[in-house]
């Protein structure tokens, strides 16, 4: 086979040709697409007794008496209600202007951490608020979080909705 | 390994078949659907945040509860993906090449055998089942709360009421007429648990249908079915729906020929996704509005 080379015919030389410039087309692309932004949380919360809840996190429904009563034009409606989480829409003439929520710190310790440096309060509770439509306080280990949906929920309502919890009631809920 | 979560929403179609199919139906629930794509998007549109730390904060949180398999998230998706391939399976065979294209009902005719009423029935009864499912399973209410599903139906939009309407009008009307609930009722009755055994759909998902036996899982489909009666009726009557008027719809995006109508209940079960892509939106959404909150 020593002569293998020199007999390669022309339409063979052109189609090695083509399949090199297929390879590194795909090995370029490859490396020119970003790294994935959420791969390592996929790696990390895939791993072996990985969980993303707690395992001894309060069950969602003991949560829902906490929740503000509806009333003065405004509906509730529960949505979800999991392991260590409740929430439920605030609607106004049919329309979701808000979620209220209440989630059980201690599937995600960082969500509890965050108001050690909190020096603003709601009710006495210490309060934080995040991003453009987040306002929360922390209640023991409850965390309960006001988040706007109408542009128009302003910051000031948010607070005024996290005080119609029963946040006492629920700094006295022990599971 | 199955897909992730940012993956299956990230690779939502922008277009095709379930596509088109469903913009037809924006007469049947105005507005109410646009077709939200790709991970970060959906979690700027669902929370209105738009920093990028913020949204990286929430995406890794929703990946985390997705992959929590206690959390009923995988089954809700494995549902909404089962009962649509099981639907379809006949013809999917056919169309595996096809993947990605646009088919056209009339080049796809040799491939495509009507459904009997009966089969066409359990279909709409075993799918009604598993959005019921679905929904306890995605919100964490009891796995058999009819009446708490009875009472969020109420309260569906977006999304999900697309996916209602769609149900309605491509595995009720379309296949079955305006007599869709009635026969679909008295299809159900007269199946024996053995012959529900044997419907493609029914087999797919069965694993996840409350009632321990086959005999048990009838009688949950039957007290479902009987339950959301009511709900269906008032959708098609106050919405003034026929056959015909989604028909015409439908033929406005996709090429159908209402002379073989028998065939495009059949051709909708093999083009058209409509559990997956809605149910995957659902479940984006979802996942969302619970990790920003608890951030």
Redesign the interface.
Known sequence: MRNSVPTFKHWQRSLLGLLLTVVLLITGCQQAKAPDRFAQAQQDSTKRGVTAVAKDATQGSQFNKYFPKPGAGYERVYTQEKKGFSEAALKKDGKEVAKLSISDTSSLPAAAAKYENSSQTIAGYPAITMGKTQTSVLVGKYQVKVLGRDPNFSQAEREQWISKFDLKGLSKLKI | MSK?I?ELVDELPTDGMTVKALNALDFVVPGQWQNLTG??NTISAV?????DA?I?AI???A???Y??S???YQRAMWLYNTVDSAAGALGAAALANKIGQDISFLGFLGNLTPKPEKAQSLDLAVKLVVELVAFCQ????PGDSIGDFLAALG?YGGESLMRMAALVCYDGLIPLGGGFIEKGMASITQTSPDELQKNQTFKGVSDLIPGGNPAGQLGFITQSFDSVKGWMGDFVSSRNLTQQSVLSHLSQVIQVSADKLDYVGAFLDVSVKYYTHTGTQTLAR?LI??A????
């Open positions: 992730t940012y991970f970060t929370t209105g945040e738009t920093d913020m990286q995406g890794e949180r990946v985390y509860l992959n929590d206690s959390q009923g995605i919100n964490g209410i309260d979802r509005e619970r920003v909150a608890e951030l």
